[in-house]
């Protein structure tokens, strides 16, 4: 099966997904400077979101331009991410809505979470699929990014009850962790290309 209409598909549930979290962003009810600035939480998160979303559309693009087809296997590990994926304008909506409390840190870690889990499972999927000597399975090595990122955000959520400031801050390293950029999959292609 050709992998260019689940490509296609993801795009586009990523493009919305992406809307729907800009549409929570409601426009001040005052002409003043600080009634703008009362929009910073909920600004903030946006823009947080919006680099995870972004994170996950590069990766996942690269991820898919290493793997020569797809099988029904790998149509539902998609899916299970974008499902995860989906859930993110909701969280990020009640984190920024509640000025980084205790309990949206918490949920928003969870949101984060799993879809982190839900892409270690596609990508392995995929290997598993194409095989060990595929391009993807030379290009991800031993992970740590993909495995790392799990415990940080496991981390955050117990710690959004004590310090939610902290959790806060982990999942912004995390998100500056994965802005470094990735080539493995570049640096591989490039390889298999000489």
């Given at each position: 099966?050709?992998k260019?209409?689940?490509?296609?598909?993801s795009?586009?549930?990523?493009?919305i997904?992406?809307?729907?979290?800009?549409?929570?962003?409601?426009?001040?009810?005052?002409g003043?400077w600080?009634?703008l600035?009362?929009?910073w939480?909920?600004?903030?998160?946006y823009?947080?979101?919006?680099?995870y979303v972004?994170?996950?559309w590069?990766n996942h693009h690269?991820m898919?331009?290493?793997?020569?087809?797809?099988n029904g296997?790998?149509?539902?590990?998609?899916?299970h991410?974008?499902f995860w994926l989906?859930?993110?304008?909701?969280a990020?909506?009640w984190l920024g809505?509640?000025?980084?409390?205790?309990?949206p840190?918490?949920?928003?870690?969870?949101?984060?979470l799993?879809?982190?889990i839900a892409?270690?499972?596609?990508q392995q999927?995929i290997?598993?699929?194409?095989?060990p000597?595929?391009?993807l399975?030379?290009?991800?090595?031993?992970?740590f990014?993909?495995k790392?990122?799990?415990v940080?955000?496991t981390?955050?959520?117990?710690m959004a009850?004590?310090?939610p400031v902290?959790?806060?801050?982990?999942?912004v390293?995390?998100?500056?962790m994965?802005?470094?950029?990735?080539r493995r999959?570049?640096?591989?292609?490039?390889?298999?290309r000489?």
């Open positions: 099966m050709e260019e209409r689940l490509t296609a598909f795009d586009g549930v990523i493009a997904i992406i809307t729907i979290m800009v549409l929570e962003i409601k426009a001040p009810h005052g003043d600080a009634d600035a009362a929009l939480p909920v600004f903030s998160s823009v947080l979101s919006f680099v972004a994170i996950y590069n690269h898919l331009y290493a793997a020569d087809r797809v296997a790998i149509l539902w590990a998609n899916m991410l974008l989906s859930l993110i304008p909701v990020t909506a809505e509640n000025h980084f409390s205790a309990r840190t918490a949920v928003y870690g969870f949101a984060l799993m879809p982190a892409y270690y499972t596609l999927t290997v598993r699929s194409q095989g000597e595929s391009l399975s030379k290009a991800v090595g031993t992970d990014k993909g790392a990122s799990p940080l955000y981390l955050a959520i117990a009850f004590i310090a902290v959790s806060n801050l982990i999942y390293a995390v998100a500056l994965w802005l470094v950029p990735d999959i570049e640096q591989v292609l490039t390889e298999e000489k």
